[in-house]
């Protein structure tokens, strides 16, 4: 089978096509066809060599949405599968033609969904769940802040939010983004370059639940927090490191949860690809590729401008 791996850590050239043996699936495995992949974030960390990977050569693709090969534990033959953890996979990540994936990580794909909407929904939708629901056990009639809301994360949450019953404030860095958040479901965006959100979403306009994606806007989110409010902290955009005022967090007994690497169950991300086929949340694609350009794909992510997500096509 093909595969798109890095040999060396590197700039996007260092992924190379290449062939390699199929993956021999273990007794709890499905073996997949892959037809779809995405690129995130962590790939460009692990290329570039500021994220760990646990061998060389590396084949990367943290989703995977395909087709089951052969009948195995549970899965028939020629069902629609996703897997939002496709680095625990034999035979590589979504870079890899074929994977053997734990059957316990599958989640079946809905008639009506493609498989670039099930990898685009994929772990940013399986991350919006478990940070609203999961962790930040969001109810109807609660207020909530999503921080970058252009973010694949950030789109997910906004829609499985307003579907949830909750007010939805988000943030965008220019007028264009703000209307495509509003046109999502965002009750309320907030030009964050441009205004200060802490200091505007305080007393009765303060939210119950933060969903942090930035993290050097920590300081932020506990201002706009109520009192006893929940922050869950999932990513760092913005940086490793944030200074805050531990007297308004002190006072406001506001409760900030690492949310570490989040995932869902895929009972869940199940449920969340059955709003796609019913058209209630709808995944953002920014641009898809061919896997064999994957380098350029890399090149797009890099430069900041996608908003939505980039999905690798294997033909």
Do not use: C
Not at 16 to 42: F, R, Y
Not at 122 to 141: E, Q
Not at 159 to 177: D, F, M, P
Not at 220 to 236: F, P, T, W
């Amino acid at each position: 089978m093909k595969a798109v791996q890095l040999a060396k850590h590197g700039d996007p050239e260092v992924l190379q096509v290449q062939e390699v043996p199929d993956p021999t699936p273990g007794p709890e495995d499905v073996l997949i066809e892959v037809k779809a992949t995405t690129v995130n974030h962590l790939d460009l960390f692990q290329r570039a060599g500021t994220r760990p990977v646990p061998r060389m050569p590396f084949t990367p693709g943290l989703e995977a949405a395909g087709i089951v090969l052969q009948d195995a534990n549970g899965f028939h033959k020629g069902e629609h599968v996703l897997t939002d953890n496709a680095v625990a996979a034999k035979g590589g990540g979504g870079y890899a033609g074929k994977i053997a994936a734990p059957a316990s990580d599958l989640a079946r794909i809905p008639a009506g969904v493609s498989f670039e909407q099930a990898v685009a929904a994929g772990l940013a939708a399986s991350t919006a769940w478990a940070s609203l629901f999961d962790l930040g056990h969001l109810k109807a009639g609660e207020r909530v802040l999503i921080w970058a809301g252009s973010s694949g994360v950030g789109t997910f949450a906004i829609q499985l939010a307003k579907h949830a019953g909750a007010y939805v404030i988000t943030t965008a860095s220019n007028s264009e983004r703000a209307d495509a958040l509003s046109q999502l479901g965002a009750d309320r965006v907030i030009n964050h370059r441009e205004q200060d959100l802490g200091k505007m979403l305080q007393g009765a306009e303060g939210v119950h639940l933060v969903v942090e994606l930035v993290g050097s806007t920590l300081e932020a989110s506990i201002e706009a927090s109520q009192h006893d409010g929940r922050i869950i902290l999932v990513g760092n955009l913005g940086g490793q490191e944030s200074t805050v005022n531990t007297q308004a967090w002190r006072l406001k007994r506001v409760h900030v949860i690492g949310g570490g690497l989040l995932h869902t169950t895929p009972q869940n991300m199940q449920q969340a690809l059955q709003l796609v086929a019913e058209k209630v949340i709808t995944p953002m694609i920014a641009r898809t590729f061919p896997v064999e350009q994957a380098a350029e794909a890399h090149r797009l992510l890099a430069s900041g401008e996608p908003q939505g997500k980039i999905v690798l096509i294997h033909s």
